[in-house]
Each structure stands twice: as structure tokens, then as C-alpha cells.
């Protein structure tokens, strides 16, 4: 019990204890969706507000932080606080840049990947399709040469779409991620 009360004087250990609590809760309250339906539509009103205030103390630690540790020469501790907040605001930013550089060239290499592989997509589907129809549905009687057909053509379609439009969609993708990266 010493040793619990003397780990509750540090603003740390309450820091942390703190953050421990709102998550724990917050998984609590976001599992009772699947369990009580509309317990957890209501308490997924109350999600966004959650994920702020723990972006909220996340960052009110880190601006507890800096004022103790980077500015705590300033004397004028309204003056500490609001460097230290400029300072957490400009960290955040840089995270989400650093995250979303980090995103965008991972997702215009997925996509080039679908493209590159759509025919083996198509070819594979249209094989299952086929062997869809040669194998149990005989013994049910169902005619599944109209799905095949049918198939067989959405699918040329789509590729056909696709492999006429997937520099424009490859230009756009890079040119959304470039506005997003320039934006900040």
C-alpha cells in the first residue's frame, strides 16, 4: 500500500493510470455494440467524443512535457504553456505527415498491384464460374450457362474499363496524395 501511494504522487503514474482507465473504457463501451445493439448505437454516439479526449490527454501530456523539460527556464509560465502547445500542435502535425507519407505510396502500390493482376482476377473468377457449372449444380438441374455468360462479360467489361483508365486513376491517386501532403 506504501508503495502504491507513493506511485500515486507522481504525476506519471497518474498520467498513465488515467489513460489506462479511459482506454480500458472505451474498449468496454465500443465491444457492447455487438452484444447489446442499441446500448452500443447510442454509446457510438459518444465514440468521436471519446477518441478526442484521449487525443486530448494525449497531447496535454506531451505539452506538460515540454513545459517542464524543454521551456522550464521561461519564467512567465503562461508563456511556457503556450510555446509548449504551439510545440505539441506542430508534433502532432508532423506525425500525421509523417503517417501519411507513409500511407499514400503503400496505397498507389496496391493499387497499381490490382490493376497489374485484374486479368488473373478475371481468369480465376471466370474459371470458378465455369466450374460452378460443371460440378454440383448438375445434380440440382440449374442452368448456369446465362451466370457464366453474364459473368464472362461484366468482367471483360471491367477490365477492359479499367485497363483504359488505369493511368487516370493512378495520376489521380498520386495527385490527391500530393494535395494532401502540400496541404500541410
Given at each position: 500500500?506504501?508503495?502504491?501511494?507513493?506511485?500515486?504522487?507522481?504525476?506519471?503514474?497518474?498520467?498513465?493510470?488515467?489513460?489506462?482507465?479511459?482506454?480500458?473504457?472505451?474498449?468496454?463501451?465500443?465491444?457492447?455494440?455487438?452484444?447489446?445493439?442499441?446500448?452500443?448505437?447510442?454509446?457510438?454516439?459518444?465514440?468521436?467524443?471519446?477518441?478526442?479526449?484521449?487525443?486530448?490527454?494525449?497531447?496535454?501530456t506531451l505539452a506538460k512535457f515540454?513545459?517542464?523539460?524543454?521551456?522550464?527556464?521561461?519564467?512567465?509560465?503562461?508563456?511556457?504553456?503556450?510555446?509548449?502547445?504551439?510545440?505539441?500542435?506542430?508534433?502532432?502535425?508532423?506525425?500525421?505527415?509523417?503517417?501519411?507519407?507513409?500511407l499514400i505510396p503503400q496505397l498507389?502500390?496496391?493499387?497499381?498491384?490490382?490493376?497489374?493482376?485484374?486479368?488473373?482476377?478475371?481468369?480465376?473468377?471466370?474459371?470458378?464460374?465455369?466450374?460452378?457449372?460443371?460440378?454440383?449444380?448438375?445434380?440440382?438441374?440449374?442452368?448456369?450457362?446465362?451466370?457464366?455468360?453474364?459473368?464472362?462479360?461484366?468482367?471483360?467489361?471491367?477490365?477492359?474499363?479499367?485497363?483504359?483508365n488505369s493511368s487516370k486513376i493512378?495520376?489521380?491517386?498520386?495527385?490527391?496524395?500530393?494535395?494532401?501532403?502540400?496541404?500541410?
Open positions: 500500500m506504501k508503495k502504491l501511494d507513493q506511485m500515486m504522487e507522481k504525476t506519471w503514474f497518474t498520467n498513465a493510470l488515467t489513460g489506462c482507465i479511459v482506454v480500458a473504457f472505451y474498449v468496454i463501451f465500443s465491444g457492447l455494440k455487438g452484444v447489446f445493439g442499441g446500448i452500443g448505437t447510442f454509446i457510438g454516439y459518444f465514440s468521436t467524443i471519446l477518441a478526442g479526449v484521449m487525443i486530448a490527454y494525449i497531447m496535454n515540454y513545459q517542464r523539460t524543454i521551456f522550464k527556464k521561461i519564467k512567465k509560465e503562461k508563456v511556457q504553456w503556450g510555446i509548449s502547445v504551439c510545440l505539441t500542435v506542430l508534433t502532432g502535425l508532423i506525425f500525421l505527415l509523417l503517417l501519411i507519407g507513409m498507389i502500390g496496391g493499387v497499381t498491384q490490382f490493376i497489374t493482376n485484374l486479368n488473373d482476377y478475371a481468369d480465376s473468377f471466370q474459371s470458378w464460374i465455369e466450374t460452378l457449372g460443371n460440378g454440383d449444380t448438375v445434380k440440382l438441374s440449374l442452368d448456369t450457362t446465362f451466370l457464366t455468360d453474364a459473368s464472362e462479360t461484366m468482367v471483360n467489361k471491367v477490365v477492359e474499363y479499367v485497363g483504359l493512378l495520376n489521380t491517386s498520386a495527385i490527391v496524395g500530393k494535395a494532401i501532403m502540400n496541404f500541410f
